[in-house]
């Protein structure tokens, strides 16, 4: 019997979360694609198959919350785990207000992440 795992794409600028973020996910039972940027994400064949995102806020060109609005503009609604080392309170309710199911701050632990992806994954 074969189950199919949902995918979860990483899209986050820093090559360390990149390597270590999959890994991760694989351990909790979910596919995974790590991506580079925004751009990266939207060129890939994933973006329709991918059931949540866990996205950086701050990456160089288009940011975690313009990737959100591009992503709405498309009608693709996925649901968004954002991460994030910008210790700025203000932050987090502002993204959830705009429909993220979670803003974690880096470091965060691995159950906080796979609460944020179950409540995710319940709400797509």
Known sequence: MTTTRSLVSVVDDDESVRE???DLLWEFGFAARAFASAEAFLSSDCVG??????????MPGMSGPSLQRELSRRRRLIPIVYITARRDESIRPRLLEEGAVECLYKPFSEMALLEALNLALRVN
């Open 49 to 58: 198959d991918t059931r949540c995102l866990i996205l950086d806020i701050v």
């Open 20 to 22: 270590s973020l999959p």
